[in-house]
Nanobody
């Protein structure tokens, strides 16, 4: 059974940092492009960042470039998203997504999400 379990979300002040993790199981993680997707209430999903095999070709949407770093540890089947200098508009649910690179697949490819709240 495929599982993606995100953790590391929480409440942080503007300018602060969070590190999201996603532990994967039930599929060949090391052979899967992986991404982070976010979706605000009432809006469509947005691709945030992705990483290809063996950590190659990390990519970011323009609004987060320079503030977010994606990485992966294939030995631990884990995907990471380091988020720095967070802004209030970054508040939303962040999902780990398998077999995803920019083009977002349906929710069956996502985890359950980690909530990030950026507020004073």
């Amino acid at each position: 059974q495929v599982q993606l379990v995100e953790s590391g979300g929480g409440l942080v002040q503007p300018g602060g940092s969070l590190r999201l993790s996603c532990v994967a199981s039930g599929f060949n993680f090391s052979r899967s492009y992986m991404s982070w997707v976010r979706q605000a209430p009432g809006k469509g999903p947005e691709w945030v960042s992705g990483i290809k095999l063996a950590g190659s070709s990390p990519g970011y949407t323009d609004s987060v470039k320079g503030r977010i770093t994606i990485s992966r540890d294939d030995a631990k089947n884990t995907l990471f998203l380091q988020m720095d200098r967070l802004k209030t508009e970054n508040t939303t649910l962040y999902y780990c997504a398998r077999r995803t690179w920019k083009a977002i697949r349906n929710r069956s490819y996502w985890g359950r999400g980690a909530r990030v709240t950026v507020s004073l």
